[in-house]
C-alpha cells in the first residue's frame, strides 16, 4: 500500500512493485484536481487498485489497511513543496508530520507485523552541520516541510524503538525526473528550456542560482526504498549520489543540452526567495551501498537530458 502514489516517487514505487509481482493498492486523497497523470505516463493505472483516503483522516487510513491487507506500507504522503511550507505551515504539519503518525499509528493498530517505510528528506539537515551529511550528521531544519519531516521521522523511529515495528525511515536527498511537479526547480527549469527552444518563451526567472543540491533520478531512488523493506529489521538510510552541484550548473547542463545559452535567457528574480534557505546539501550514501546494496545510476547530466526531451516531446509540434 503506498500513501501519496499520485507524486512522482509513488508512480515510480508502483511501477516498480508491479514488475516484482506486487498487488498495489494507492492511497488517494480526494482534493485537487487530476493528480493521476503520472500513474496514466508510467501505465500502471489500470494495473493497480485506488483506495479513497488521506493520512489526515485516522478512519480512513484504519479502513485502506482492511480492504489492502498489507505486507509493506509505503508513506509518500506530503505536502512536499518547501516554499510553500511558509504560506501554509499548519497543513503541511498536518499532512507532512501527523499525517505519519496516522499512518504509524493505524499500522500498530490494524497491521503490526507490516513493513513500514517513511519518507524522509535531505531538508531535516537544513543548516548543514557536517559537510557530508549521513545517518549520524545532526539535523537542523530550516523551513516548516523541513521540521514535520523530522517529527516524522523521529516518530518512525520511535514506533521502531517503543513497538517493534518493522519501520525505516529513507532520508532521500532531492531525486528529480521528467514526472517531477513544475513547482520543483529542476522540472521548472527544464520545461522553460523546452519552451526556450521552441519559441513560446524568452525568460527564466529563479531565485537563488548559488543553492547547491545532491540531485539523483527517482527512478533510481524507489529501489532503495524497496530494499530497505526487504532487511531484517528497519533501520535508517541516507540516499543520495555523493556529488552536489549549484542550481546555476543545473541549468547550464540544461539549456547547453538544448542548444541554448543560459546567460541569454536568467532573470533573477526576489519573488522566488525563501525566507530561510538551504545553502548546501551533499549526502554520503555509504552505508545504503553497503547494507542495501544500492548504488545511484543516473548521473545529473543523464537526468537532466532526459527530462528536457521529455518536455520537448510534451510541448513539440509532433503532439
Ligand atoms: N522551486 C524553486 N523555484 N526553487 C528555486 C528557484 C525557483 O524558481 N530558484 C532557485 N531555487 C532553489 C531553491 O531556493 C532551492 O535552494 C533549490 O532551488 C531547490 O529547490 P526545489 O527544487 O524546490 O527543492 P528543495 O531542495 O527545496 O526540496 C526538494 O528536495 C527535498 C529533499 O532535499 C523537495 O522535493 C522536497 O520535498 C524534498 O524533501
Known sequence: MITGVSGQDGAYLARLLLQKGYTVFGLRPRRG????????????LEAMELIDGDVTDLSSLLRAIERSQPDEIYNLAAQSFVGTSWDQPILTGGVTGMGAVNLLEAVRL?????????AS????????QASRQDERTPFYPRSPYGAAKLYAHWMTVNYRESHGLHASSGILFNHESPLRGIEFVTRKVTDAVARIRLGLQRELRLGNVDARRD?????D?????????QQPVGGDFVVATGRNASVRE??????????LTLEDHLVIDPAFLRPAEVDVLLGDPARAAAVLGWRPVTSLETLIG???DRDLERLGPAR
Not at 490494524?110 to 517513511?118: D, G, K
Not at 528528506?121 to 548543514?128: A, D, N, R, T
Not at 540531485?215 to 527512478?219: H, L, Q, R
Open 110 to 118: 490494524a497491521a503490526p507485523q507490516a513493513r513500514f517505510y517513511q
Open 250 to 259: 543545473m541549468c547550464e547542463i540544461a539549456f547547453r543540452h538544448a542548444g
Open 306 to 308: 532526459m527530462m528536457v
Open 121 to 128: 528528506s535531505s531538508e531535516m539537515f537544513g543548516l548543514i
Open 33 to 44: 484536481s487530476d493528480t493521476l497523470w503520472r500513474l496514466r505516463e508510467l501505465g500502471v
Open 221 to 229: 531512488y524507489v529501489e532503495a526504498m524497496w530494499l530497505m523493506l
Open 215 to 219: 540531485w539523483g533520478y527517482a527512478g
